[in-house]
């Protein structure tokens, strides 16, 4: 039997801010996948949790990715969620919803979604990695490192299926009109790799795949907001799910690549570049110029069951990465306006500044 997981995300109101999920708002989410979901048979199981201000909602099932049911059954609970985040008066009510009548598939509408479906190994491992403040480009540098760099991740050959390489599937997120996908394969194209992911905010990783098996291993949100609005409408806040141990990496060969508190795009006004922390689960959104933060979830399963979870970063470990992100993030914030504190001018998510910009151009004249 097959068993899909999916993980759908959104931001759909937060606490005197871009902070957290009320427990209200949380609590009818829950609420409505039990009584819609799970009573009706439609999944097997079900997790909601939240990183700063995005809930996420994690479903095992047998109806495949992109499954309509699934991905109406995840909109409605945020739709139900926004309207108790009105009532709240919550900062961002309905945020990611930027469409509000369903056609079948979330994608597209707001929410970001990763989904992977597989036959379940009887000792099934999987890792949920979900991010705030910042944009699907931040799993770029640790995916690098985790499926390519062999200094970096022993797995690379220590593993016999390991050794034969993995397959990325790399989305341009710049080409709007559809999905514009490249298959790189390591380890005989590891450069054309890091030369397209070097640009995170233009080409992300979507997919990972064993060329030993021909699983997936990996699958990762691509969502955009602002080629979907047109306009800023908050971060991307990617969500990852990530199938671990035998015959893929160990559960530590990918955690140990968030260690590096890497800068990414995102920050206060979505305009910036910080550092990624690493924090526990269910974290409120850093009150530091939203410091992008990143959370882990790993769980074992069983026909479709999650038997037991368990919090990647609530290790001492990360607490040295934290202070580590704490420096780099200060170090970066003294910069202050000028770049590279601040991102290039395309990826600047405010459109004012470019505005003002353009009407001082007007005022340039040619010295003579």
């Not at 979900?130 to 062999?150: C, R, S």
């Not at 003294?334 to 459109?351: C, D, H, K, N, S």
């Amino acid at each position: 039997m097959k068993i899909t997981l999916s993980a759908i995300k959104a931001d759909v109101g937060g606490v005197g801010g871009h902070s957290k999920p009320s427990p209200e708002l949380v609590a009818t989410i829950k609420n409505f996948v039990q009584k819609n979901g799970k009573d009706k048979g439609l999944v097997i199981d079900s997790y909601i949790g939240y990183t700063g201000d995005d809930t996420h909602i994690l479903l095992s099932h047998t109806k495949g990715p992109n499954n309509p049911d699934i991905h109406k059954l995840c909109f409605d609970a945020f739709m139900e969620a926004t309207k108790v985040a009105k009532e709240q008066g919550l900062y961002g009510a309905g945020q990611d919803l930027l469409k509000t009548s369903f056609s079948g598939n979330v994608k597209g509408m707001g929410p970001g979604v990763a989904e992977i479906e597989f036959e379940e190994r009887p000792n099934e491992a999987v890792l949920l990695i979900a991010a705030d403040k910042t944009e699907p480009g931040m799993f770029n540098l640790p995916l690098y490192y985790g499926f390519v760099e062999v200094s970096r991740s022993p797995g690379l050959i220590l593993s016999d299926d390991m050794r034969k390489g993995v397959k990325f599937t790399i989305m341009d997120v710049e080409h709007t009109e559809a999905d514009k996908i490249i298959e790189l394969k390591t380890p005989e194209e590891y450069v054309e790799i890091a030369s397209l992911l070097f640009n995170p905010h233009r080409f992300v990783v979507e997919k990972i795949h064993s060329r030993s098996t021909g699983e997936q291993i990996a699958s990762i949100s691509t969502t955009r907001l602002h080629n979907i609005s047109g306009k800023y409408s908050g971060k991307d806040d990617p969500i990852m799910i990530a199938r671990v141990q035998r015959p893929f990496l160990a559960t530590e060969e990918i955690g140990a690549m968030f260690k590096y508190a890497h800068y990414v795009a995102g920050d206060t006004r979505g305009s910036h570049n910080m550092a990624l922390m690493p924090v526990k689960l269910n974290s409120p959104a850093s009150v530091y110029y939203c410091n992008p933060i990143v959370t882990g979830l790993y769980f074992s399963m069983h026909n479709g069951k999650f038997t037991a979870t368990g919090d990647a970063f609530d290790d001492p470990v990360f607490d040295e990465v934290r202070r580590m992100a704490a420096q780099k993030s200060f170090a970066m914030r003294e910069q202050g306006f000028v770049m590279p504190a601040m991102l290039p001018m395309e990826e600047i998510e405010y459109t004012i500044l470019a505005d003002k910009i353009k009407e001082l151009g007007k005022r340039f004249i040619i010295r003579k």
